[in-house]
């Protein structure tokens, strides 16, 4: 079992900045990528950006350019510094914890807000 605590959301006005992280515990060990999707109600989740335990990444094309994920294995974290934020990146954000095997784990979700 592996148990994500994400933090760092809130409001931020556009063009400003917040921090996503997301601390893992439990059985890391297990843990190859690490990222963080969105959600809007009523749609499905989409991938923000992810983390491979080398450091390769993958990042939407709506973040490219603004957004830079980085994890840090010693601490079992992952990060999502997000810059020029825009309205339309409010939503809920959630961490996630792919294992070896492929098995999904899911943080409870996050909310960031970004005032036009």
């Known amino acids: 079992q592996v148990q994500l605590v994400e933090s760092g959301g809130g409001l931020v006005q556009a063009g400003g900045s917040l921090r996503l992280s997301c601390a893992a515990s439990?059985?890391?060990?297990?843990?190859?990528?690490m990222g963080w999707y969105r959600q809007d109600p009523a749609k499905p989740r989409e991938l923000v950006a992810r983390?491979?335990?080398?450091?390769?990444?993958d990042y939407a094309d709506a973040v490219k350019g603004r957004f830079t994920i980085s994890r840090d294995n010693a601490k079992n974290t992952v990060y999502l510094e997000m810059n020029s934020l825009k309205a339309e990146d409010t939503t809920v954000y959630h961490c996630?914890?792919?294992?070896?095997?492929?098995?999904?784990?899911w943080g409870q979700g996050i909310q960031v807000t970004v005032s036009p």
């Open positions: 983390i491979s335990r080398r450091d390769s990444t």
């Open positions: 996630n914890a792919e294992t070896w095997d492929l098995y999904d784990y």
């Open positions: 439990g059985n890391t060990i297990s843990i190859n990528n």
